[in-house]
C-alpha cells in the first residue's frame, strides 16, 4: 500500500506544474520565465544531490567526452519538451495540458525504430532495432480519444487557431521528451546514474536557458517577485520532490510486475489534481460531462496501457530491473 501512496503523492507534486504555470500565464507572466527560471532553480538542487553522492566528477568527465551530443540532446529532451508546454498554457487550461500529455506514451511508441541495441549473432555482432509495439500502441489509442475528448470540448470555446497553440506545442513536447531522453540513455549506458543523467542534461541545456531568458527580458522585462516565488516552488515540487517519491515507489516495488503497473497507473491522476488545483486556486468552472468522459477514458487507458506493457515484459523474459517505457516516461516526463 505505501508504494501506492507515494506513487499518488507524486504525481500530486507534479501536477503543480500544470496549475502555476497557467497561474503565472494568466498573471501576465512569461511563458519564457517561467520555463527558464524552472531549471535555473532546479540546477542548485541537484548539484548539491549529485555532488553529496560523490558523483558530480564522473559526470563532467562523461560530459567532457561527448560535449556536442551531450548539448543537442539535452536541449531536445528538456528545452523542446518545457518551453512548449508552458507556451501551451497561455491557450490552455492546465487540466487540459496534463491530459494532452500523456499522448506522450504514444509519442514514445512511435520513436522505437529510431533505436536499437546490439546483439551477439552466428554471424557476429548485429545492431536490432527497435520495433512499434503495435499490440501497446492499440492500448495507447484508448489514451488518444481520452484526449480527443477533452479538445473537442474546449475547441468549442475558442478560435481554432488557439485550439492548435494549445495542442501543437504539447505533441512537440511529446516527441521530444523522450526522443532527447532516449537518446541520452543510450550515450550514457550504464556509466551513469538517473540523477547523474538528470544533471547532465540540465546542464547542457543551459545555453536553451539562458537565451530564453534574454527573450523573455525582452519581450516583457524582468519576472515579478511572484513569478520568481512560483517558479521556485515548481521545481522544488516537480523537480526534486516528485522525482524523488515516484523512483523510491518504483524502487519498493521493482522485483513485483504487477506492483510496478500499479505505481505507474497512479500518474494518470495528475489530470485530476490539476483540474482540482484549478478549480481550488483559479476558480476554474467545473468540466462538462464530455470533458469528465475524455479524462475516465484517459486514466483507464493509463492503467491498462501500464498493465499491459508490465505483462509483456514478463512473457518476453525482461529482467525486472530494466526500466519499462511507462516508469520512464512518466517520472522522467516530469522533470
Not at 16 to 32: C, D, H, I, P, Q
Not at 133 to 157: D, W, Y
Request: glycine share 10%; with cysteine.
Amino acid at each position: 500500500m505505501r508504494p501506492i501512496v507515494l506513487g499518488v503523492c507524486s504525481a500530486l507534486f507534479f501536477a503543480v506544474t500544470f496549475v502555476l504555470n497557467r497561474k503565472m500565464e494568466l498573471a501576465g507572466g512569461s511563458w519564457a520565465w517561467s520555463a527558464s527560471l524552472r531549471y535555473l532553480f532546479t540546477l542548485p538542487f541537484l548539484l548539491a544531490i549529485v555532488a553529496a553522492r560523490g558523483r558530480l566528477r564522473p559526470l563532467l568527465t562523461a560530459m567532457k567526452e561527448r560535449l556536442s551530443s551531450w548539448l543537442l540532446w539535452g536541449t531536445v529532451g528538456f528545452g523542446l519538451f518545457y518551453a512548449p508546454m508552458c507556451f501551451a498554457a497561455a491557450y490552455a487550461p492546465g487540466w487540459l495540458t496534463a491530459g494532452t500529455w500523456q499522448i506522450t506514451i504514444i509519442s514514445g511508441s512511435l520513436l522505437a525504430p529510431f533505436f536499437g541495441q546490439w546483439v551477439d549473432g552466428p554471424d557476429g555482432r548485429l545492431y536490432i532495432r527497435g520495433k512499434i509495439p503495435l499490440h501497446g500502441l492499440g492500448l495507447s489509442l484508448i489514451i488518444l480519444a481520452g484526449v480527443a475528448l477533452l479538445q473537442v470540448e474546449h475547441a468549442r470555446q475558442l478560435e481554432p487557431g488557439q485550439v492548435l497553440l494549445g495542442i501543437m506545442p504539447v505533441l512537440l513536447a511529446s516527441f521530444a521528451y523522450p526522443l532527447g531522453n532516449r537518446k541520452m540513455m543510450e550515450l550514457c549506458g550504464e556509466r551513469l546514474d538517473v540523477f547523474q543523467r538528470i544533471l547532465g542534461m540540465t546542464l547542457a541545456s543551459l545555453p536553451f536557458w539562458l537565451l530564453l531568458g534574454l527573450y523573455g527580458l525582452a519581450g516583457s522585462g524582468l519576472p515579478s517577485s511572484s513569478q520568481v516565488g512560483q517558479s521556485l516552488f515548481v521545481a522544488l515540487s516537480s523537480g526534486i520532490v516528485a522525482t524523488v517519491l515516484f523512483f523510491r515507489a518504483t524502487d519498493m516495488v521493482r522485483s513485483s510486475m504487477g506492483g510496478l503497473a500499479a505505481v505507474e497507473a497512479t500518474q494518470s491522476l495528475e489530470v485530476l489534481f490539476a483540474l482540482a488545483g484549478e478549480m481550488l486556486i483559479l476558480s476554474a468552472p467545473v468540466p462538462s460531462l464530455l470533458s469528465w468522459t475524455g479524462i475516465a477514458v484517459i486514466i483507464i487507458g493509463m492503467v491498462l496501457h501500464s498493465m499491459f506493457s508490465q505483462r509483456y515484459s514478463s512473457e518476453i523474459s525482461v529482467p525486472l530491473s530494466t526500466p519499462n517505457p511507462v516508469s520512464s516516461l512518466a517520472a522522467e516526463g516530469k522533470e
